[in-house]
């Protein structure tokens, strides 16, 4: 049962060569985030969406793009993957419904992207 | 540029001994989270503190929060080898839109 499922869980791509990782949710969430995690260090937020508007976080790079075409998926494309790209990439979803909800934010399993 | 810092940023602990992680942080926030992550893993919710002075338990774990020192901490209580993670804390901003992560403590419980 699932909640946000995370496709592929491990990727392994060329310098440069375009890669897209995606996201489904079945929570019905309004807010659907990317994160970047390298070994052993803390999540890092790349960007999200709030319903269909994007928020990009300002030191996002450029390479790292996203789209949402519905509630339920989202992906991310990294157009000239790098080898400083390697990194877990989380997603999370969360249904923010007020300034006093707690507005968790659900994460999926991951993908571990390997740029060589 | 807000900042989050935990410490320790690794524990070795016996079983059955206690610990405290710290967080500490350098904006106002409205609200503060406690994740863990298993290695290779995806981060598990534990806690969300909304307010000042809220205190919330779960088995072995208590998370507690002061605004005013911009301090929240992870205590535990009687370890087991099953705690055994990474266990971040993240200031939450824009309603918790926004989660800004500490480095994260690494667990380690010894029989």
Known sequence: ?116 | ELKVEQNPLFLSMQEGKNYTIYCNYSTTSDRLYWYRQDPGKSLESLFVLLSNGAVKQEGRLMASLDTKARLSTLHITAAVHDLSATYFCAVGLEYGNKLVFGAGTILRVKS
Request: hydrophobic content about 30%; charged content about 15%; aromatic content about 12%.
């Open chain 1, 1 to 116: 049962d699932a909640m946000v499922i995370q496709n592929p869980r491990y990727q392994v791509t060329q310098f440069g060569k375009p890669v897209t990782l995606s996201c489904s949710q079945t929570l019905n969430h309004n807010v659907m985030y990317w994160y970047q995690q390298k070994s052993s260090q803390a999540p890092k937020l790349l960007f999200h969406y709030y319903d269909k508007d994007f928020n990009n976080e300002a030191d996002t790079p450029d390479n790292f793009q996203s789209r949402r075409p519905n509630t339920s998926f989202c992906f991310l494309d990294i157009r000239s993957p790098g080898l400083g790209d390697t990194a877990m990439y989380l997603c999370a979803t969360s249904r923010v419904a007020g300034d006093q909800a707690k507005n968790i934010q659900y994460f999926g399993a991951g993908t571990r992207l390997s740029v060589l």
